[in-house]
């Protein structure tokens, strides 16, 4: 393994790291990447050509009518002109008069049509002529391949935001996401004080209850909230569903990790803190709220950041607990009916789950050290 | 659209100021009904020690109702419809449970959560090995982490969608525009349906997750690798040791301990594995999984409370070896602080 490569100052083991980690790198990153260069493609090339020719330039056949009709007499000829093309920036590479024969003619070459001429140029415009008025009814269909630079445009976005309401359910998704981020940070740090800090009778056994609710499934609180929902919403004659009823119930799910993890950190700061305090005749809530609540801030910081990418991307619950109509719809939920009712609507998924995964990708990348310190404290140290 | 985003501006405002307002006031409370002052011969009265008394609970009254309310008592009124109809009004017995030892569908979505259980915690804890080990070799290392740890942030439908154009497939006449089929086409294969192919397809989902858990492993294995001490690695290096040898005899042991808990961590997420599999098949194609069962039965023609809380418990059954763990590893490093 230790062996040099020759002329270069590197082992061969070296290489094989970079290399194998080079393709790992390749393998997570390549299906992301390909949403995203497809939702910024032409909704026609999307579905004919992969998202890696998206940058270069493709080839797409297509055929294009001309018809007697159109014709008009200049000079004594009769003409029929047009454009095939149109966007400006393709081109064509070759035509011909059957679908087999793509490729007979070359552009600006004049070919006999029955008698009549027929020209079609590079920049797509052509000219039919005939000496002759065109015979009643005389029609053909021009067969060409045309070139298509890449492009790349925002139209899918505007597209998906105009008509699938997908930035009604943007803002839906922040109305669940941000209380039902901050009320669990509140309710945790303060019992989270309390279990590190404050004297009271059932404080471990307490503790070691909410160590073991951590792993409780979801699926679990399902059936019974749905009914309690169900049966509060009946005998008060208020909406079952409603953002109340969601932001306490991602407030209980993400209690549990919250207590814990806050408890860890606060259970770990200087006990010299709290007790010089407490000699200067400071209740317990005074120092919560003056000392142990700024010096948290960290820990705060990395359970928010979980707290709200689980929020964000949460399905199960928004499904459970919040209604389908275009008030209430959160952005999962949205994209999972967008997969079974435009499946093969690709411009409008790809751009959809692009829009759904920005925000956490953003706040992902910006408070990544958080976030992991986060990770670290709620599953390595486990105390 | 204005009104919905100020509606939300007040909901947070009144939501967490409702949260505040309790712990303020009921701690202005407590001092103001629980004052210091003198008894009646004159003698000052301390009331400190009534104040510690209550002061705790008014702290973790809230995280208690709440837990009460949205985990403890779903346990057990979930446990008590297992033994009711579908409506949850009629005590049926254990008939619930008998339909779901006879049912295929619910042997097949075990049979697949087996799978599941058995691929995604060692594929995702293995990879995310693989990538800490070569991460810490190289100086483009941190890039490389960030970017596989990405996925972690996408939502499993985010990712469904971008697996499902992963896996798309045209007929074998036209250009495919998923990347899988492609590469298969371009060595001479066959383009496939990849998540209709019976059996095999579970594992095309598993790998969405595999893709998803990978970063999470990844983190905490670095962070593991990291605090192996170097001359432990030296010493058998100096006894010549090859580079092989000194991961799976010197660093795999030492890291032991944090690889159970990146596995049973993962093992959590599996078992409740739902997103991925509503998205992409729905549980069609042979590639059910209980949670997604018990969903499907929560409101299937009206929904049926009975069995949806048997498949809920089976899932709660076996969290529970790795809650019990857990509480253990907690009782014993608090017993070391």
Redesign the interface.
Known sequence: ?SRRVPGLHITW??LL??A???V??VI?????L??FV?SLRDKDQ???????TAFSTTERSAAGRINARDAVEVDGLHVVEGNFLEDPRRSIVSYGVSQTALGAFAPGETIDLEGTAFTLNEDGSYRWVSEEPFPEGARHRIFHIMAIPPTFALTNYREVLASESI??AF??T??VT??AT??PI???A??A???AW???PG??W?F????????????????????MYNDIGATFGVPSKT??GI???H???G??LA?YLLRNYIGGLPRDIIESAQLDGA???DI?IRLILPLSVPALASFAIFQF?WV?????VA??FLGKDD?QIVL?SR??EL?GSRGDN?EI??S??FI??LV??M???AL?RYF?RG??AG??K?? | ?TQ??L??VL??IA??GA??AY?FGT?WLL?RLAPDGRRPDGEYLSREPL???I???L??L???V??G???????F??AR?SLFDRS?TEFVGLSNYAWAIQNPEFHLAIRNNVLWLLFVPAMSTA?GL??AT??D??RW?NV?K?????????????A???????Y?YRGPD??????VN?IVVALGGEPQAWITVPFWNNFFLMIILV?IQ?G?AM??LS??LRGVPEETIEAAQIDGA??YAVFFKIIIPQIFS?IL??WT?IT?VV??V??IV??MTNGQWGTEV??NS??NW?FRGGGD?GR??V???V??IA?VP??VW??R???T??AM?
Not at chain 1, 312 to 316: E, H, I, R, T, V
Not at chain 2, 160 to 165: G, N, P, Q
């Open positions: 393994m083991g070296r790291t970079h194998s980690l080079a790992l790198v997570w990153t390549v299906p992301t390909g949403l497809s999307l579905i004919v050509s992969g998202w890696w930035d009604r803002i839906n922040f109305t941000i209380p901050l009320i509140l309710i945790a303060f019992a004080y309390a279990f404050m004297k009271f404080r471990q307490l070691a209850l909410v160590v073991g609710l951590l792993v409780v499934p979801l699926q679990m609180s399902l059936i019974p909230l749905l009914r953002y109340l932001w306490l119930a407030t209980g799910f209690l549990p207590i209740s317990h809530f919560f990418l964000w991307n949460d399905l199960l499904l459970v008030d999962t994209l999972r997969l690709w998924l790809t959809s789950a759904s995964i956490p990708l706040v992902f990348f990544q992991v990770l670290l599953s390595v486990g105390g | 659209m919905q985003v509606m939300a909901a947070v939501g967490v949260s505040l712990f701690n001092d104040r510690n008394a002061r705790p609970w702290f973790v809230p995280a208690l709440i837990l309310i949205y985990l403890v008592y779903p346990v009124e979930t419809l949850g990879f693989l990538v070569l991460a070799r190289v290392g490389a960030s970017l596989i740890f990405m996925p972690m942030a996408i939502s499993f439908v985010g469904s969608v971008i697996w499902k154009f992963v798309d036209v250009g495919q525009i998923g990347i492609a893709w990978t999470f983190v905490i962070a593991a090859s580079e944090t808990v990146v961590t959590i078992l409740k739902f997103d509503l998205a209980l949670a018990m969903y929560m409370f949806g809380s498949i809920a418990l899932i709660m969290v790795i809650m857990n509480i590893r907690f009782q490093e608090e602080r």
